[in-house]
């Protein structure tokens, strides 16, 4: 009998804990990240590698006009950082795409931060935005390819 209300007093302490990791954020803000492939049709395939300290999503060829995206906790007390590297034809580039939580990164110029950033990537250069209250995308260009 004791030992049944011990097992039920862990499952009701541990249960909580193992929701928050999978469904939301303890303490700490959830945040996103979007990459948008929107290189032209015709153009080469867009290849993306993205990873942190305790992520790697391996490479990946996302399609024109398709959404990456993924969320995390924000650490509390450490710094989180993602970043990428994309080819495309001859080209190819890496930066951070999240290193700072006001800004998504430290040299990002943002209005309103929505906790979601969304790259968007044109033959151009990389493209650093943020949903608006009309649910579009604000944004500017942030680096370009070389
Ligand atoms: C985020 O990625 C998932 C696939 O992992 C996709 O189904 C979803 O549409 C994407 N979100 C947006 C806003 O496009
Ligand atoms: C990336 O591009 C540079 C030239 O800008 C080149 O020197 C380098 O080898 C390329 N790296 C990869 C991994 O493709």
Redesign the pocket.
Known sequence: MANSLIYIFLFLLITPLELSTAKKCFFTPKYEI?VINNLPSDSPPLKIHCQSGDDDFGEYFPSINE???WSFCGNLFGKSLYFCHFWWDVKNKTFDVFNDKETCVKDGQIQYFSRKCVWIVKSDGFYLGHYNDNGNIDMYRYTDWS
Request: proline share 0%; glycine share 0%.
């Open positions: 979007h959404d990456v995206n």
